[in-house]
């Protein structure tokens, strides 16, 4: 049984620094696609940044240079760094599984971001 938990969410002034993790259970996590999404209220869930089991991580454009996304396979566990943070980043943030050998995904129950003064 796969699982996503993710951890690192709360209250944070603009300006500052969050550091999300979800540890991942039930699965290869050496060759999973880990990524990070957010829905922030009224809006649709978008990707924010990705991190292939191969290949270069990418980010959508209103993170880059601020979000850091980095993985442990010996932890089976993915990391979202946020830096410079602003109160548009505030959204439930989402760890997501894809498999590709597969095609399926896994999501955790995510965790809230909240960058207010």
């Known amino acids: 049984q796969v699982q996503l938990v993710e951890s690192g969410g709360g209250l944070v002034q603009p300006g500052g620094s969050l550091r999300l993790s979800c540890a991942a259970s039930?699965?290869?996590?050496?060759?999973?696609?880990m990524n990070w999404y957010r829905q922030a209220p009224g809006k649709q869930r978008e990707l924010v940044a990705a991190?292939?089991?191969?290949?270069?991580?990418n980010y959508v454009d209103s993170v880059k240079g601020r979000f850091t996304i980095s993985r442990d396979n010996a932890k089976n566990t993915v990391y979202l760094q946020m830096n410079s943070l602003k109160p548009e980043d505030t959204a439930v943030y989402y760890c997501n599984a894809y498999i590709p050998q597969t095609a399926v995904n896994f999501w955790g129950k995510g965790t809230l971001v909240t960058v207010s003064s």
């Open positions: 991190s292939p089991s191969s290949g270069l991580t």
């Open positions: 039930g699965l290869i996590f050496s060759l999973t696609n």
